[in-house]
């Protein structure tokens, strides 16, 4: 993991990847949908890093679901490009976690992206608190970045403006 992804004060950016072939539409341009796909691995290596992940559900029988999913598209991206995540972790309590992301492709901001997480206990179904040590991650993360600028979208919906 690069070591700016964990440098207290500034976001989470371990998100580095070329744009994969099968993510491309019949444009060349990264497809609509596929966006949401690499927002979502970006936050799978903030998850890991969080001890969230996959191993974290087998372990205790729990994980964190993605409830909402705000995707703004800023930019076209194509073959070739190199994509990175830098992630604001915006709001965190015992149960939710909220997050935002600015997706740039070759350094140009192409996306944004905002998701509600919820932690489900998946043994029974529904929300249920996160293990103390998980929480205080969490936390100690969310506090990092309290201090950081905070988009104008932040927290509003379709076709809001800011």
């Known amino acids: 993991m690069p070591e700016s992804s964990t440098v207290a004060g500034a976001p989470f950016t371990a998100y580095r990847e070329q744009v994969r072939p099968e993510w491309l539409d019949y444009n060349g341009h990264l497809n609509d949908a596929s966006y949401a796909i690499v927002l979502t691995l970006a936050h799978e ?30 930019a076209e991206v194509s073959a070739g490009q190199t994509l990175t995540a830098s992630t604001l972790v915006v709001e965190a309590d015992h149960k939710r976690l909220r997050l935002h992301s600015e997706l740039s492709a070759d350094g140009v ?51 809001a403006r800011p």
């Open 45 to 74: 290596l903030l998850l890991e890093h969080l001890g969230l992940s996959t191993a974290y559900r087998e372990s205790h029988q729990a994980s964190m679901f993605t409830v909402e999913m705000h995707l703004r598209y800023l």
């Open 109 to 159: 901001l192409a996306a944004t992206g905002e998701c509600l997480y919820l932690h489900v206990d998946t043994a029974v179904g529904r929300t249920a608190p996160l293990p103390d040590d998980r929480q205080a991650a969490l936390a100690a993360l969310r506090d990092a970045h309290a201090g950081l600028p905070r988009p104008e979208h932040l927290g509003l919906g379709v076709g």
